[in-house]
C-alpha cells in the first residue's frame, strides 16, 4: 500500500520559515515524480508544487515561486518543501502526492502563519 506521511509543520510568524518533510513507502519512490499540495480551513485542495524523479525540474505555484523551494533523497525516500518568507495566506494542511494524484495523499501535517 501506498503510505504518505507528512510532518515539519506547526505555527510560524509572518516573515518565518519551516521545512516539511514526507515519508514515502509502499511504492518505488524514485519511480514517480512527486508533489506538495495544500488545503486551507473552508477551501477546496490547491496544488503547491512538483518535483522530477531524479530531483530535478521542479515546479510551483504562483503564489509560493521564489518562497518555496520541493526538494527530494530517494535514498531515504523523503521529499522535502522548504517554505521562507511564509505569509498568513500560507495557512493550511500540507499533504504530499505521488505523482499529482490528491487521492494518494496520507496524513498532512499543519501549517499555521499567524503573529
Known amino acids: 500500500d501506498v503510505q504518505l506521511q507528512a510532518s515539519g509543520g506547526g505555527l510560524v510568524q509572518p516573515g518565518g520559515s519551516l521545512r516539511l518533510s514526507c515519508a514515502a513507502s509502499?511504492?518505488?519512490?524514485?519511480?514517480?515524480?512527486m508533489s506538495w499540495f495544500r488545503q486551507a480551513p473552508g477551501e477546496g485542495p490547491k496544488w503547491v508544487s512538483s518535483i522530477g524523479k531524479a530531483g530535478g525540474g521542479a515546479i510551483y505555484a504562483d503564489s509560493v515561486k521564489g518562497r518555496f523551494t520541493t526538494s527530494r533523497d530517494n535514498a531515504k525516500n523523503s521529499l522535502y518543501l522548504q517554505m521562507d518568507s511564509l505569509k498568513p495566506e500560507d495557512t493550511a494542511v500540507y499533504y504530499c502526492t505521488k505523482q499529482s494524484d490528491y487521492g494518494s495523499r496520507g496524513q498532512g501535517t499543519e501549517v499555521t502563519v499567524s503573529s
Open positions: 509502499g511504492f518505488t519512490f524514485s519511480d514517480y515524480t
